[in-house]
């Protein structure tokens, strides 16, 4: 790899762990009409750092050289001649002055990116625009990955990122007067975002690398500084973070030492982070000190069971919260979850009744579980939905793991 390639690398790295943070300091300072103007210092940062970095090096601290250019930037309003410029230019000479000077320290980063996150949940934008639009301000997600987390495609997801963008500038809300009436409205669909998050980082499909670290260290930050505060730290929340708990112990088993993709049967138990277990259990007892139930609640309990030893007893409760789950949130991948379960409790061929009610063939998992379902009694079924899953996918470590099933098919064909 080239310097220059190593140092954009480098930068593309930084682009979306430092892009929320700045994002989110910047719209605290300035307001939240101003986001474009918020977006256009933090751009011209970035093609700074692009324009410099290969010919000067990499600063011994990356994100205070990108935090002192966009304070620069915002200060001299870009002095540049065009329009666009001449607009930030009077906004900011007109308005700079007054304020005081833009901060970076770590603790108002944290309560900016938390504020921006409830800021952004605006209650006059719908539910699924909001989270989009918190999505991509608050997370950095691309509007591709948005599109995947959302099962939508990249127009809708434009066209909905335009309409909550301009409700968004319309909105009279400041960060700074965000008060326990508006989190109280306002904190499902945070949950929800946070979700969305970890989700992608967990199990990325728009990225070659199948775990995303950067993405679940962010989740799981902002749901422990959610915790931190009375207002927030709701038994919804204590779910969420067990559940993240529980799913982050087995990171370092999920891949091998070629980055592939390590199914769970075949993981390395010891390999298992138990500090992380033992703290999901700790917020999974606080979670369920209450009656109140949620998703989070039932997909938290499923992954405390798959961190217990394999057993028949441990998927006859699996499968028991797949069923009381899908009273409440009957979701294609509850469903398939659930057909998983049950061919692990009853085996794969009465599993194949139980699937035949669904009917979304354009769903990857499904054909997924078609093809492990089958396995067994017709391999070239099996075949021929893995082959189905691959169209669909585009991680390659997962059409890897995909293309092993196949594989694996074959030799036991030959055997």
């Known amino acids: 790899m080239t310097i220059v390639n190593q140092e954009t690398q480098i930068l593309s790295d930084l682009f979306r762990r430092e892009q929320v943070k700045m994002t989110a300091v910047l719209c605290r300072h300035f307001s939240l009409k101003d986001l474009d103007l918020v977006e256009d210092i933090i751009a011209e940062t970035f093609l700074r750092a692009i324009e410099v970095w290969p010919q000067n090096g990499i600063p011994e601290n990356p994100s205070a050289w990108l935090y002192t250019v966009a304070k620069n930037i915002a200060k001299d309003g870009f002095r540049k001649k065009t329009s666009e410029t001449k607009k930030i230019n009077n906004i900011l000479n007109s308005n700079f002055e007054e304020q005081q000077d833009i901060s970076f320290e770590e603790s108002l980063i944290t309560d900016s990116q938390l504020a921006m996150i409830f800021a952004v949940c605006e209650n006059s934008i719908s539910p699924k625009s909001r989270v989009c639009l918190s999505l991509q301000i608050l997370c950095g997600f691309s509007v591709e990955e948005i599109g995947f987390a959302l099962h939508s495609n990249k127009e809708a997801v434009k066209k909905i990122l335009f309409r909550a963008r301009e409700q968004l500038r319309e909105s009279k809300f400041k960060i700074k007067d965000l008060n326990i009436d508006e989190i ?10 946070i979700y969305l998050l970890f989700n992608e980082g967990y199990s990325s499909k728009t990225n070659d690398s199948v775990i995303r670290i950067d993405l679940i260290k962010q989740a799981m930050n902002l749901g422990l500084s959610l915790t931190l505060s009375k207002s927030t730290k709701t ?38 982070d138990q500090d992380l277990i033992q703290k999901g259990n700790e917020y999974f007892l606080e979670a369920f000190s209450t009656t109140s139930r949620s998703r989070y609640h039932y997909e938290a309990a499923i992954a405390y069971w798959h961190t217990q030893e394999e057993s028949l007893e441990k998927w006859k409760y699996i499968l028991n919260i797949y069923d009381n789950f899908s009273e409440i949130y009957n979701s294609p991948s509850v469903f398939l979850n659930r057909v998983f379960a049950y061919s692990k409790v009853y085996g794969k061929q009465k599993a194949l009744e139980e699937i035949r009610v669904y009917n979304d063939y354009k769903n990857r998992d499904y054909h997924s579980l078609l093809g492990y379902l089958y396995s067994n009694s017709n391999i070239e079924l099996a075949s021929l ?11 390659k470590k997962e059409i890897a793991l995909l293309e092993q099933k196949i594989n694996e098919l074959t030799l036991e064909e030959t055997q």
């Open 184 to 193: 109280k409205l306002r904190m499902d669909s945070v949950l929800l975002t």
């Open 385 to 395: 939905h893995y082959q189905k899953a691959i169209q669909m996918t585009k991680s």
């Open 235 to 272: 038994p919804e929340l204590l779910a969420l973070m067990s559940l993240f708990c529980f799913q982050a112990s087995r990171l370092d088993s999920r891949t091998n030492s070629q980055g592939s993709v390590v199914i769970f049967t075949d993981q390395d138990k010891s390999k298992w």
